[in-house]
T-cell receptor, first 114, second 112 residues
Framework: GAVVSQHPSWVICKSGTSVKIECRSLDFQATTMFWYRQFPKQSLMLMATSNEGSKATYEQGVEKDKFLINHASLTLSTLTVTSAHPEDSSFYIC??????????FGPGTRLTVL | KQEVTQIPAALSVPEGENLVLNCSFTDSAIYNLQWFRQDPGKGLTSLLLIQSSQREQTSGRLNASLDKSSGRSTLYIAASQPGDSATYLCAAIYNQGGKLIFGQGTELSVKP
């Protein structure tokens, strides 16, 4: 149990376009979902926390208008990178937690912006 | 500021050795401490979670300890195998349902 999926697993896009990444909890209801980014050889940095049905809480330094997060249901959260630029290229990982507070991580999405 | 540090950044050992990975955190008032494994280009796999009231957790060849007073946790891997090669991350949680604060990770290579 407690499986989290992400789609797509990798994506390549042109600079200036927008990219949407989905995070789904497959076998439990996720009241809270977290979005992280990870640069090569570095650790995970939390970008934002989202609770179902409410606005996401962004970490300091993360542009909320650039990284749009929607948590419309208890099993789905989306991260949209708007007007992507090469510096947005990174590994994006989501996690989801339900009633037990334990976070379960997705497999990650590799974004490359040309 | 709540920070988590892992030493060493990289470690290479021959197969069969026992090894210890270190994690330190600046704020000792943690709620939970969690150890993860990450394979290259993959997501995170949770290995062990230690609650603040616990001193250690064990799973197979893995043993994680927690010393809140000194702000330290260790992950002990017994009889290491090449399949243990991965990056190991520790993360501190400071309140129920709160965010994970990750260390930089230790990249482990176990050579056959």
């Amino acid at each position: 149990g407690a499986v989290v999926s992400q789609h797509p697993s990798w994506v390549i896009c042109k600079s200036g376009t927008s990219v949407k990444i989905e995070c789904r909890s497959l076998d439990f209801q996720a009241t809270t979902m977290f979005w992280y980014r990870q640069f090569p050889k570095q650790s995970l940095m939390l970008m934002a926390t989202s609770n179902e049905g409410s606005k996401a809480t962004y970490e300091q330094g993360v542009e909320k208008d650039k990284f749009l997060i929607n948590h419309a249901s208890l099993t789905l959260s989306t991260l949209t990178v708007t007007s992507a630029h090469p510096e947005d290229s990174s590994f994006y990982i989501c996690s989801a937690s339900g009633s037990a507070d334990t976070q379960y991580f997705g497999p990650g999405t590799r974004l490359t912006v040309l | 500021k709540q920070e988590v540090t892992q030493i060493p950044a990289a470690l290479s050992v021959p197969e069969g050795e026992n090894l210890v990975l270190n994690c330190s955190f600046t704020d000792s008032a943690i709620y939970n401490l969690q150890w993860f494994r990450q394979d290259p280009g993959k997501g995170l796999t949770s290995l062990l979670l230690i609650q603040s009231s616990q001193r250690e957790q064990t799973s197979g060849r893995l043993n994680a300890s927690l010393d809140k007073s000194s702000g330290r946790s260790t992950l002990y891997i017994a009889a290491s195998q090449p399949g243990d090669s991965a990056t190991y991350l520790c993360a501190a949680i400071y309140n129920q349902g709160g965010k994970l604060i990750f260390g930089q990770g230790t990249e482990l290579s176990v050579k056959p």
